[in-house]
Structure formats: structure tokens, C-alpha cells
């Protein structure tokens, strides 16, 4: 996932094109390309293994959100574990274009949206529809969060929702809704990854 601010990214197309393996699922171990933008990586396999351990049996049908997708790790993996929907916002160009190509080569389109736009401005200016569950992994150190978490609590989370909130270790968590409960934590290297449970 991406930890520079979106509208620094810049593309290098003449470096070799990484590639996104996705975990399980309809399409298991099936790999798509991730753009050349300059702080963009995608959640270390071992976490997200972790992650869809906790949620699995969340998943299926469920409408969810991929915030700050980057490379589109998270949301694809939930749509291949049979998410009934994602919406996928990033506010770098090449990466939206990049993932509505890779939703198409999947057979997804259907299933999916891609909003190249401010994930803040989003969900600011926007009608809001519930999500069962929202994945943020923002850029490190921007304080995003902070502008994220009260805009959520506008309409955006389903009651029982579940929050996925990926962050550097050193880092402090903004002050959460009393409704917001821990329900997992875990640390891998120099991140530190903790799932919510939103009752309402």
C-alpha cells in the first residue's frame, strides 16, 4: 500500500511492473499488475492472510470500502473471498486507471467502483451508503486518519460494521468513537494493523 501522499505519486514506466498476487478465493493465486508510483506497495501477504483469518466469514456478501487502495490488495482479495461489492478510492490517477484495468481483467466490473478522488473529499461529498466493512491503510505520517474516522461515522458504516486500520507502529491512534471496540491487534515489522468492531 502506498505511504506518500497520492499527489506526489509519480510513474516510472521504465521500471519492470510489479506484480499483486491474490491469496485465495475465485481468484486464487491469480496475479495483476501494480502501476510504477513512486511509495505504492501492497499489504505484506503475511498480513493480509492474518486480516482475512479474522474476517472470512464476514465476507461473503458483504459491501465494503477500500479507502486508500493503492495497489488493491485488500479490496481485491475481499472480492475474490465473495465481497458483494468494493469501492475502491485513490486520489492518483494512474492507480484508479490501473485498477478498473485489473477489475476488468478479472471479471469484476460489476462488482466494483473506482473513485480517483480524495478519500477525505469522498466521503465529505457524497451521498453515503452503509459498508459492512472499510479497509484504510493510509499514507504514513499525513494524519489522515484523524480526518477519516468523523467522516465514517456520517452514514458509512453499517451497524456491526467492521474497520480495518493499517498504520506505522510509532504511531498514535486518533481519538475513536466510544462505539468503536478492538476486537484484534497485530504487529509485523514496522507496522502495527488492528481490526474494529463498530456496534451501533
Known sequence: MKKNPPSNAVNNSKAKASKLRIIAGEWRSRQVPIPNVEGLRPTPDRVRETLFNWINHQI??????????????????????????????????????????????????????????????????????????????????????????????????????????????????PALPAHWSLIKEKQAGQLVYRLFDINK
Open 60 to 173: 461473503p456478501g458483504a459491501v465494503c470500502g477500500d479507502l486508500f487502495c493503492g495497489s488493491g490488495a485488500l479490496g481485491l482479495e475481499a472480492l475474490s473471498r465473495g465481497a458483494k461489492h468494493l469501492t475502491f478510492v485513490d486520489n492518483s490517477r494512474i492507480v484508479s486507471q490501473q485498477m478498473t484495468a485489473n477489475l476488468a481483467t478479472l471479471g469484476a466490473t460489476d462488482r466494483a467502483k473506482v473513485i480517483a478522488q480524495n478519500a477525505a473529499v469522498f466521503l465529505d461529498t457524497v451521498t453515503p451508503h452503509a459498508m459492512d466493512i472499510v479497509f484504510l491503510d493510509p499514507p504514513f505520517r499525513k494524519g489522515w486518519l484523524a480526518q477519516i474516522i468523523p467522516l465514517l461515522e456520517k452514514g458509512w458504516l453499517a451497524s456491526r460494521a467492521l474497520v480495518y486500520i493499517e498504520m506505522e507502529k510509532e504511531a498514535e491512534l
